[in-house]
């Protein structure tokens, strides 16, 4: 087999198009797929704008002990009583926000009795506060 080795020094002026092709095909894939993520239509509920000053009610605080007992506002209550504020709490103009501060060791089945009496009551916004 004989080999033949380039007799001209002349430079070559030709480009490799192969790996800009390849290039260019990625480009084209990851287009193709993130096309419709940039296109994806998100439904937003702004607030709307209003001249006239409202005032936040302000939030009820039910703390529930380890033991069970609850306060509404730092003032002891019971499972009826409790019934009976949230009843009253819901049907404001203006729903405030129920914050439940369960302390640690609490029984999961008060806390679901208070959730479920909050959500029964039709209180819209209920928050779990965390360690502080």
Avoid: C
Wanted: charged share 15%; glycine share 4%.
């Amino acid at each position: 087999m004989a080999f033949s080795a380039r007799v001209s020094q002349a430079v070559m002026a030709q480009i490799n198009v192969t790996p800009l092709v390849d290039v260019m095909l990625v480009l084209l894939i990851i287009f193709m797929i993130s096309a419709p993520i940039i296109t994806h239509k998100t439904k937003l509920d702004l607030p709307q704008a209003s001249s006239q000053f409202t005032q936040a009610p302000t939030a009820i605080h039910l703390a529930i002990q380890a033991d069970g007992t609850m306060y509404w506002n730092d003032t002891p209550v019971s499972l009826d009583q409790l019934r009976t504020q949230l009843a009253i709490a819901a049907t404001r103009s203006t729903q405030p926000a129920l914050e439940i501060d369960a302390a640690d060791g609490v029984a999961y089945q008060t806390v679901a009795t208070v959730l479920s009496e909050a959500r029964e009551q039709g209180l819209a916004r209920i928050d779990m506060l965390g360690v502080r």
